[in-house]
């Protein structure tokens, strides 16, 4: 075989001195949010917040995980349709794409969930609501509760401070 071998390990001392973990490449200082809630399934017309998070100033972050709940599903766990009602993943107040307007469970609470790996901006709100469209509350016992879960990491973001690193290698 001709040719070099090129390594691509990460230069460690560069890493050691810096305030990013050489596992994951994310700052030192992250910490993890993980919200939830479970409520009676919202009237026509009315909508209700399951999970809220808000990024403290000059802090972003990563969101990596949502999970859906109904206690139909609960029962059978085939029933992942949810007609007439809309979950919502909101990042300050817009549809988180590509998860704008779910009408069923993609990610049921409890089971080996989809990850997502999404930046958050700098002081980000994230919310979680389900949004009755059309289902019906008082024609049966079908779909009594919803529920729902976010989760995620933050961390101090230096780009939105006035604090100085004096002690950058990359200067």
Request: glycine share 8%; aromatic share 12%; with cysteine.
């Amino acid at each position: 075989m001709n040719g070099r071998v090129i390594y691509s390990q990460p230069q460690f001392d560069i890493l050691r001195s810096s305030a990013l973990c050489a596992n994951c490449g994310l700052p030192r200082d992250y910490d993890h949010f993980d919200e939830s809630s479970i409520a009676p399934t919202p009237a026509i017309g009315s909508e209700v917040l399951l999970a809220r998070f808000e990024l403290p100033p000059q802090y972003c972050g990563m969101f990596e995980n949502f999970s859906q709940f109904t206690d139909q599903q609960m029962r059978d766990l085939s029933q992942v349709e949810t007609p007439g009602l809309q979950w919502l993943i909101l990042v300050n107040n817009r549809p988180l794409y590509p998860y704008t307007r779910l009408e069923n469970i993609v990610n049921p609470w409890g089971y080996g969930s989809f990850p997502v790996a999404i930046r958050l901006d700098e002081n980000a709100t994230v919310e979680f609501l389900v949004r009755n469209v059309s289902y019906n509350v008082a024609t049966g016992d079908r779909i009594n509760r919803v529920g729902g879960r976010i989760v995620g990491r933050y961390w101090f973001n230096s780009a939105y401070s006035d604090a100085t690193n004096g002690s950058c290698n990359f200067q």
